[in-house]
């Protein structure tokens, strides 16, 4: 055969799926597509496009249909997958450990108040009638009660499905990635990420630009296009003013959970 074919021949150089060795957990609404646009920039990186939702949707479909959903890589390319809502599904731990015990975990944390104001942002643009946020945060008309069984609440009390996690991973085994400071300062933490993963830091600052417009980090080029351009109208929408005093209570509410979420990864991410 020709050259080429010849090379691919040889095991480590043709391209297969594999089973991830790296996923992003959550959380959603904290960065998580902008988390894996800017790691994929990498060239030893490769990662599923769209989120599989494997774990959560699709296990009974077992792990040879999810690693067909797995991108092609050659040996030495890490596979990546990101799919939210694996952190707070309960089952998910410990299908992941069954799958592979030294998965690596990525999870993308940010300040749970403006992450349910970003969660209802986004349910609210794709339902025509939605009500106010401050009438679905709290339980009655006052903003006494927190209803915490409001999926955009309930899913920022972070601490309580980071422990059902460290049943099964060591905390060695998971990064946290500030999703403020994935806006503040990208190179900063792809950086982290690149270490974790055992990588050359090939992504770094150069990659970036601030679009003042937007008001959020861009690319200067990707995989995908070699022109400048930020991640989709999806991503960094415009929040409705939410009552002061509204917000005052769900940081009271939020405090002692983040307290335990400060303590269980030994980062205090001062989200007030
Ligand atoms: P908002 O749209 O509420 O601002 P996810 O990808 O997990 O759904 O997270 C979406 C959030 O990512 C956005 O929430 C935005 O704040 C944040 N984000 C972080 N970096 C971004 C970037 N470079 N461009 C756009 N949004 C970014």
Redesign the pocket.
Known sequence: GSPKYQLLRQPGLRPSRHLPDTLII?????????????IRLHPDVRAAGSEVHFFDRHYQRGLRWYRHHMPYTIEGQITMEKT?SYFVTKEVPQRVYHMNTATKLLI?V?DPV??A???Y??AASKKADMKRFEQLAFVNGSYSVVDTTWGPVKIGVYSRYLERWLLYFPLSQLLFIS?ER??MD?AYEIGRVQDFLGLKRVVTEKH?YFNAT?G????FKSEARSTPH??GK??????PHIDPSAIERLREFYRPFNNKFYQLTGINFAWA
């Open positions: 959550g959380v959603k609404k904290s960065g998580t597509r902008a988390l894996l646009e800017f939210p993308v940010r403006t992450r104001i970003s969660d942002t986004q999703g994935l806006i990208p970036f937007k959020f980090p861009c690319l930020c991640l999806t991503k960094g929408r415009n929040h």
